[in-house]
């Protein structure tokens, strides 16, 4: 059974697509409302001498609206915090709970906290370990406990039970997602974010990607996670 609502927590802008672009454009395609959270707006991803932070951040933005609308996502939040500054602080934590509670997910999807190396040449970004904490922070238990952030009652938001946190880029999955029939969805989306991957080779590295985390599974084309059903 797909779910109904689904928020995907991430610290920048095409995290989300690469994390679990295939699941969302599957759910979405079969009428579940995704929202994504984002962290900060990736405003420090640029070699080039005459970008700007704010010029950056308005590109990466737009970049993202439009890559979240080829998916079929519903709403795009941004939370505003530093690129490669991140920290998982009380304040990000109220910040996601807020979220949870406004829009009450069925299902979190963020990075593994726990992973530090996703593979033997890419360390896992300071800021993606750092979402990834303090979403599962956020989602258990301080979005479902009435007296953690009583000021969020006051903004009228009432606790809400998250029923299920998938973690993607794990080393240690437990469960898998179909992706075949959506995988030129998800590199179509990634090539809206033109100023990050004009020049990535997303035809080849994406379904390469998709296999490797198939490993394990009865498909061929797979998202991995780590998935944890909560009582």
């Known amino acids: 059974m ?19 672009g295939g699941t969302v454009a599957t759910w979405a395609r079969d009428g579940a409302s995704v929202v994504y959270v984002i962290a ?3 405003d ?7 970008m700007t932070s704010e010029e950056l951040r308005r590109i990466r933005e737009d970049e993202e609206r439009r890559a979240a609308h080829r998916l079929g996502v519903s709403e795009v939040v941004f939370l505003g915090y530093e690129d490669s500054m991140l920290e998982p602080t009380l304040a ?37 370990r750092a ?24 903004e009228g938001l009432e606790p809400h039970k998250v029923q299920e946190i998938w973690l993607g880029a794990t080393r240690d999955p437990n469960h898998w997602l179909d992706i075949e ?18 020049q990535f080779p997303l035809e080849e590295f994406i379904p390469g990607m998709a296999k490797w985390q198939a490993e394990g599974s009865p498909y061929t084309y797979a998202e991995s996670f780590r998935r944890l059903v909560l009582a």
């Open 44 to 50: 420090k991803g640029s070699d080039d001498p005459q």
């Open 92 to 128: 990000l934590r109220r910040d996601l709970v807020r979220a949870v509670r406004r829009y009450q997910p069925s299902i979190v999807i963020t990075f593994d906290p726990t992973n530090r190396f996703i593979t033997d040449n890419y360390p896992n970004h300071p800021d993606h």
């Open 2 to 20: 797909n779910p109904d609502k689904v928020m995907v927590i991430v610290a920048h802008p095409d995290d989300a697509e690469f994390l679990a």
């Open 40 to 42: 900060t707006s990736g």
């Open 131 to 154: 979402a990834g904490d303090a979403a599962v922070d956020a989602v258990f238990p301080a979005a479902r406990d009435r007296l953690t952030f009583p000021e969020l009652l006051e």
């Open 181 to 198: 029939t959506v995988l030129q969805d998800k590199i179509e989306a990634l090539r809206i974010h033109d100023s990050q991957l004009r």
